[in-house]
């Protein structure tokens, strides 16, 4: 009988603890083996800028008749967006609690003297002026998410506008928008490489001090999760009039599933029909869990915010009161441009620095470390995404008036 081979997880698992094993007993060796982080790093970012591009266009220029979904669409997108901006501060407030990065520089050496937020950034240059690209081919060569999304949006709005004669245009987003998730796909086959490498280099030149920092990184992150998916998202529902109670009932195996998997997208099927023998119509479940793949994503947002300010404290970049406001709007507006592909976060997170402008060496060795253990951390932010989903479709549902759900029967 042919054996099963291990999940993407359980192999990223793996590799962090050979890694691990390697940078112990083989120093020198394992310093040199931060190659393979580094070409998987290069390797996520060559496919940021048609990634952001042709989801987003497709996102907003596929909406079809758009006078009767407009009601809906800006009812789910408030939503969305209040629960990103919750999740965000409610990640940058456990980091700053716990402060998970203070006195990792002393383990990392001389790389924190390298970072600076401002290298790539004028300070006199205005966060919002820097929106509005000069060329969106630079943009796109620079990676500059702010500028992608900016001129993505209204592309795509331009699309929708052109109707019939933007039909052959959209049939090409949407076709290129599979072939960057298969893209996706087969980059992150490479993450148990990259993952191995970052994790032996760190490991061989800075020891095992450093795993009690990551343990407390966990902590924020799980602390945070607790707090916002078993008080804040209950108390959103009763607030909305939503059936608690029962709406756990019927979710509970996509969150399960989204959680064992780490994929919302594998538990997607099963949200929604929980969701509509919960007694949501099918059109409201399928538009809003549809566009919470890529725009609510609570659980990875919140893990962002902590990952953010772990890295600014491990290396000790220089980040005064209004940069920390700059930081939290470019990645509240980056949380919006990814799809939920695997480690989705991770290439969130190196577009969202990179905008700030953090340097390459920065960026490369802070996404490496936080790689080696993204793995533990992700089925829980992965499972808060989908029951984050699915408080929000009922929400939206009863901000609608309807007033069935929470019955027992099928979507209408």
Known sequence: MRLKPPSLTNQILIAFMLGIGCGIL???????????????????????????????????????????????????????????????AIGFGAAFLLQPGEGILGVMGEVGKMSGPVAAV????????????????????????????????????ALHAAGERGRDVLGFFRALTEIMFTFAGYVMLAAPIGVFGAAAAVMGKHGIGVLANFALFALSVLGGLMVLVFFLFPLLGVLAGVDVRTL????????????ATASSGVALPKGMAGLERFGIPRAIVAFVMS??????????????????????????????????????????????????????????????????????????????????????????????????????????????GDKEIGTEGEGR
């Open 248 to 259: 756990i009932r019927h979710s509970r195996e996509a969150v399960v599933l989204a959680f």
């Open 122 to 157: 004028s300070e006199q240059e205005s966060f919002w002026l820097r929106l509005i690209p000069k060329s969106v081919v630079d943009a796109m060569a620079r990676g500059d998410v702010l500028q992608i999304v900016f001129f993505s949006v209204f592309f795509g709005v």
């Open 26 to 88: 083989f120093p020198g060796f394992g310093q040199r083996l931060d190659i393979l982080s580094t070409m998987f790093i290069r390797m996520v970012l060559m496919i940021i800028a048609p990634l952001v591009f042709s989801t987003l266009v497709v996102g907003i220029a596929g909406v079809s008749n758009a006078g009767t979904l407009g009601t809906l669409a800006v009812k789910s997108f408030l939503l969305f967006f209040l629960a990103t901006g919750l999740s965000l």
């Open 291 to 400: 566009l919470g793949l890529s725009f609510n994503l609570t659980g990875t947002t919140l893990y962002i915010g902590s990952a953010v300010v772990f890295l600014v404290q491990a290396f000790q970049v220089p980040v005064t009161g209004w940069e920390w406001v700059e930081l939290f709007g470019i990645f509240f507006i980056v949380s919006k441009g990814v799809p939920s592909v695997p480690r989705g976060s991770i290439v969130l997170l190196t577009m969202g620095l990179t905008s700030f402008g953090f340097r390459a060496e920065v960026i490369g060795t802070g996404v490496g470390i936080l790689l080696s253990i993204d793995p533990i951390l992700d089925m829980a932010r992965t499972g808060s995404n989908m029951a984050g989903n699915c408080l929000i479709t009922a929400v939206v549902a009863r901000w609608q």
